[in-house]
């Protein structure tokens, strides 16, 4: 599967997307091969691999445990360049344009070019944008960059329309995991309003409700992992209320 082209084939249908973040530092191998069987049987889209700071975990092993027990595509979310594995299908090439930081503009790209090109991932050149989210998340320490304060939709659309048209193929917009206050309703729209490529929200999203209201609002993917690794049994509800959002898909 061209995991890019279908993202976009659902997004112009009003289509929405389910995508289950595993953080391989923070979930045993046993418990990625967990989460991934549940994922099969609620129709999870994507599963994303990623973590912004790696300590014990291994992304390779994580990503083989996950195969073990589904045949969901893998995407990794890279944290940094320690973070790309040939076992998985496609990566978010990420760039971090809310940010000022040019490590995360185009050094650490530089550092990883080769390895990704000749890895034979699918790679989706996405803007990541970072959104204040009520407390110092671990990617904002990490990144050592301001995010973009929650109330200013007008520099998150500026953000996202200036990342389009650098011929970047995705926005990500991000409160960052375990946010205590997800991305507003009012900035997915404005965001959405004014880009024509596919719209990723994540970041504190920890009820069904939420995730449907942010695919109302303009999400084509939402992205949740903290709760779930309390809580797998809410899965399934999550998949329900995103997938439901658009009864013609
Ligand atoms: C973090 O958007 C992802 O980068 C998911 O966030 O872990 O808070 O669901 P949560």
Do not use: W
């Not at 046993?30 to 991934?36: D, K």
């Amino acid at each position: 599967m061209n995991i890019y082209s279908h993202i976009q084939a659902q997004s112009r249908k009003g289509c929405k997307l389910f995508s289950v973040l595993i953080d391989p530092d923070k979930t045993s191998l046993e418990e990625a091969g967990r989460i991934a069987f549940e994922a099969q049987s609620c129709n999870v889209d994507f599963l994303l691999v990623g973590s912004s700071i790696l300590t014990n975990g291994n992304v390779d092993k994580c990503v083989e445990s996950i195969r073990t027990f589904c045949n969901i595509p893998i995407v990794l979310f890279p944290g940094n360049t320690l973070q790309i594995s040939s076992k998985a299908d496609g990566i978010l090439y990420l760039s971090l344009i809310s940010g000022r930081n040019p490590d995360l503009l185009i050094g650490k790209h530089v550092i990883s070019a080769s390895k990704i090109k000749s890895s034979g991932l699918e790679v989706m050149p996405t803007g990541y944008m970072l959104v204040e989210s009520g407390k110092l998340t671990t990617v904002a320490y990490i990144s050592n960059t301001l995010p973009i304060p929650r109330d200013k939709d007008e520099i998150a659309s500026c953000t996202a329309i200036a990342g389009e048209l650098l011929g970047l193929k995705l926005i990500y917009m991000d409160a960052g995991s375990g946010a205590e206050v997800p991305i507003s309703t009012s900035m997915i729209k404005e965001v959405k309003t004014n880009i024509s490529i596919p719209l990723i929200v994540g970041g504190g999203i920890t009820s069904p409700e939420k995730a449907a209201e942010n695919c109302k609002a303009g999400a084509d993917m939402i992205v949740v992992g903290n709760v779930l690794e309390k809580d797998l049994s809410l899965m399934s509800e999550m998949s329900k209320a995103i997938h439901l959002t658009e009864s013609v898909c």
